[in-house]
């Protein structure tokens, strides 16, 4: 059993002994898979009820530094393709959705050239605050806002495949040693998810002849969701 499955069979006996005398678990499937409980509600009902526990949240010093807002992901819950960016920048802190600033638009761009909307996939940060001046989230700010939030999204979407965009989501998921170079392209995995880094699109702002690698990336990406 690995640290993840350790994780869930814990919070499933927590779940567990909590409940009344006669409780018992009806499991979906005849699979000795441990599931996360969901009380029955629906991904839609159990992302926002995480949403509204952290509407206000003072986990990391971002909180006290200028953000307007806490900027949650945002699209379809059943998605089979999730997107995950840095942090918010000026538009999204102020809006309150994540990637509708010029690297946003440019992501919707990739996301429409693919055959989908942003309504029909998920779009969320590794950090969900904006960092001062757009710098890049430190990496305590990263961790605290990944374990409060980004992987319990992750736990509740359950996507086919995941597309980080950037070197901070890439190392969020797969580890601080990750180098983007090195994996950009590749499918990886976590928690049993297809992985793909790429290139964030601000990085394709100021580079626009890596728009074509991004491009390939996506039919990976296309390609593989056919598969799964
Ligand atoms: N860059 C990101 O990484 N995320 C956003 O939401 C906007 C810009």
């Known amino acids: ?8 069979l814990v919070s499933y006996l927590r779940f567990a002994a909590a409940q009344p005398k006669g ?12 599931t996360t409980p969901t009380d029955g509600k629906s991904k839609k009902e159990l992302l926002a ?3 509204a526990n952290y509407a206000k949240c003072m986990a990391c010093p971002l909180a006290e530094q200028g953000r307007s807002q806490v900027v949650f992901g945002v699209g379809n819950p059943n998605a089979q393709l999730m997107f995950i960016g840095e942090a918010p920048g000026r538009d999204e802190d102020l809006k ?11 992501l919707t761009k990739i996301i429409e050239a693919m055959g989908l909307t942003r309504e029909q996939v998920y779009i969320s940060n590794v950090v969900k605050c904006r960092p ?3 710098r890049t989230p430190l990496p305590n700010e990263r961790n605290t806002c990944k374990d409060l939030l980004l992987f319990k999204e992750i736990d509740i979407i359950k996507p086919k495949i995941i597309c980080t965009l950037g070197a901070p989501s890439t190392q969020g998921l ?3 040693e990750i ?16 992985v793909l880094p790429t ?22 990406i296309m390609a593989r969701l056919t598969e799964l």
């Open 199 to 220: 290139f964030h699109p601000a990085y394709l702002l100021y580079n626009p002849s890596e728009k074509r690698t991004v491009w390939e990336d996506m039919q990976k």
């Open 49 to 51: 009820a995480l949403y």
């Open 23 to 34: 409780f018992t678990y009806r499991a979906k499937t005849t699979s000795a898979a441990v």
């Open 179 to 194: 180098r983007i170079s090195e994996v950009r392209g590749t499918f990886r995995e976590f928690r049993g998810i297809q």
């Open 1 to 8: 059993m690995d640290h993840e499955q350790k994780k869930s």
């Open 132 to 134: 001062p001046e757009n």
């Open 96 to 106: 309150g959705e994540p990637f509708i600033g010029r690297a946003g638009q440019l």
């Open 174 to 176: 797969l580890g601080d």
